[in-house]
């Protein structure tokens, strides 16, 4: 039997588990420096910034987490309202084929529903085919007019804070 439920503090370690169990899959294992305090700051901290939904099964008198979703708000200034920015969905291997990851989806899409949010958004590997045929069945389409970039490692303080610019103070906060 599935039940979901927002994440708690005790499932730290579990989701930290499932992210690296993603990574894996992903190819992407030597990636994951997060730790459980990290995310549970994230998650937990007093002005979490992130949320994550677990997927419970319920079988045979034993419940296991099979699943998650960990996402956050994002904003579209097209349309002046918020949506959701989905970053993990993940399902155990030996949990798929039970409705769970579209569970997970579906939730989020009622949550868009119920705040007024103006859209459900994810990445997906360009390689992911069954990942890409099943948010495909679901109704989702691919933007493959819109090329993800990103800022990390070295490049990231280099951005920050460029030699041109070294005496600019930051924006205040």
Excluded at 56 to 81: D, H, V
Aim: include cysteine; proline fraction near 5%.
């Amino acid at each position: 039997m599935l039940k979901l439920r927002p994440a708690r503090h005790n499932d730290a370690a579990t989701l930290i588990d499932l992210i690296r169990e993603l990574a894996d899959y992903e190819k992407l294992l030597d990636q994951v420096d997060a730790t459980v305090p990290e995310l549970e700051r994230a998650l937990f901290g007093t002005r979490p910034r992130v949320f994550s939904d677990v997927a419970e099964w319920s079988e045979q008198g034993k419940t296991t987490i099979a699943g998650f979703a960990l996402w956050f708000y994002n904003f579209s200034t097209f349309r002046g309202r918020h949506g959701i920015y989905l970053e993990d969905l993940f399902v155990r291997r030996e949990f798929r084929g039970h409705g769970i990851g579209k569970a997970l989806l579906s939730n989020l899409a009622k949550r868009c529903i119920d705040e007024e949010l103006t859209r459900l958004e994810w990445a997906v590997l360009n390689w992911n085919t069954p990942a890409r045929q099943f948010y495909r069945s679901l109704g989702a389409q691919a933007l493959t007019e819109w090329v993800p970039h990103r800022v990390t490692g070295a490049a990231l303080p280099k951005l920050a804070y460029p030699a041109t610019h070294a005496g600019q103070a930051p924006l205040q906060r």
